[in-house]
């Protein structure tokens, strides 16, 4: 039941739709980059338009537009492992949370920051659109964090990451801890961070093989808001094997900072076909909401809508082998429904030919090629002013692929 987006590896994928086309961003370890397109489910190198908006190193060879997003006060974050960006608006203007770690101190040092970008009004797509780093989110405790997303919950902003329990140090363990925002970069200090989800569940975890150690993780929140659903979607297990899960936690009420204002649900949204088909380890979604520039309060509902919004999909990484780890993390997307008041994507990530894309979307026809006859040494397709003409529509069928309305 699912499509790849991409045949690059585009492992914790971030999707909004935006003024009728969509925009991705993933980790990609050392920056932060936005892609395009006009369909939902075709992201591939000859549709989607790409941008750098953000790197704290100097360009590479082939990254000179990463200098151009640079600001001077860039220079001073030193920055490895950049991982799970994401877009929102927030009070009007681009925002970008991610987590990263610094060079020397490796994983232990990763915590969660934000970029800032234009008035909503902008493309984030434009070369004009600057996004500065506004430094580490404030009023978090000093501990590891990762994949943060903020969220509108009774009209207040919140934000969910995962962490470690901040009475150890060590990758073991995962929780899910909330935080009651103060503004787009701030927590509420005097409220503090809190538990709503810690692993429980067999699928939540995972032990090495001999005498290797459990592994209990929760990571990667999604909220989404659909019909009479409220909650988070997250992922569970091991990330670098095959046992991988996506897992509901539905908000019931009461406040959010209390762990009793949410449920797990025992069974996975998706976790592997037990008939050993793949594609495998399914975690890190997204489900955004169509973006109104005049509605910022509404933003942070998590669903993709197809191109004619009539359905909802969501968007996750998988691997097409058991064994690739963090290698071949695909982004893929399939149909989401409620069945009974309860998100159901179908239980297993299947590959299945012949899906029906996403309801509105316009792929226009292939041109019919020329018969090879026509081609051949010395016929008139060989005429210059022909060929240019030729190479004319060639450049205008690749611009309506990519959804673009000029044609020169």
């Not at 316009?362 to 210059?384: A, H, K, R």
Request: aromatic share 12%; net charge negative.
């Amino acid at each position: 039941m699912a499509l790849q987006i991409s045949n690059n590896d585009t492992p914790d994928p971030f999707m909004i739709k935006c003024d009728g086309a969509y925009i991705l961003t993933f980790t990609i370890g050392n920056r932060v980059e936005l892609w395009r397109s006009s369909l939902l489910h075709d992201f591939h190198d000859n549709v989607a338009a790409k941008r750098i908006i953000w790197s704290p190193f100097p360009s590479r060879p082939l990254e000179p537009a990463a200098d151009e997003c640079r600001q001077p006060q860039d220079a001073q974050a030193e920055m490895s492992d950049i991982w799970a960006p994401e877009l929102h608006m927030v009070e009007d203007y681009w925002w970008v949370y991610f987590c990263a770690a610094h060079p020397s101190k490796g994983n232990p040092s990763h915590r969660m920051y934000v970029l800032r970008g234009p008035h909503v009004s902008s493309d984030p797509m434009e070369p004009t659109s600057k996004f500065t780093l506004e430094g580490p989110l404030r009023g978090l405790p000093d501990h590891w964090a990762i994949d943060g997303t903020v969220f509108t919950l009774n009209n207040e902003l919140y934000l969910c990451y995962s962490g470690w329990p901040l009475d150890r140090n060590d990758d073991l363990k995962q929780e899910l801890f909330i935080a009651k925002m103060l503004d787009p970069v701030t927590a509420d200090p005097s409220l503090g961070v809190h538990v709503i989800s810690t692993p429980e569940h067999g699928w939540e975890k995972f032990k090495d093989p001999g005498d290797g150690p459990w592994h209990e993780i929760n990571e990667g929140p999604q909220w989404l808001e659909m019909q009479s659903f409220r909650g988070l979607v997250y992922s569970a297990g091991a990330s670098w094997t095959s046992n991988y899960n996506l897992g509901i936690l539905e908000y019931i009420g009461g406040d959010p900072l209390q762990a009793q204002s949410w449920r797990k649900h025992p069974t996975p949204l998706l976790t592997n076909d037990p008939s050993g088909q793949g594609p495998y380890a399914p975690g890190h979604c997204s489900y955004p909401q169509p973006f109104i520039c005049f509605s910022v309060n509404d933003f942070f509902f998590r669903f993709v809508p197809s191109p004619d919004d009539s359905q909802m999909w969501i968007v996750y990484h998988a691997t097409p082998s058991p064994h690739d780890g963090w290698a071949n993390r695909k982004g893929r997307c399939q149909p989401l429904e409620l069945r009974d008041g309860v998100p159901y994507a179908g239980q297993y990530p299947v590959s299945v030919s012949g899906l029906a894309l996403p309801s509105g979307s316009f792929i226009p026809p292939q041109p019919t090629p020329l018969p090879e006859t026509v081609l051949g040494p010395g016929s008139w397709s060989n005429d210059p002013d022909v060929q240019r003409l030729r190479a004319k529509g060639k450049n205008i069928w690749q611009k309506i692929r990519r959804g673009l309305s000029k044609t020169s």
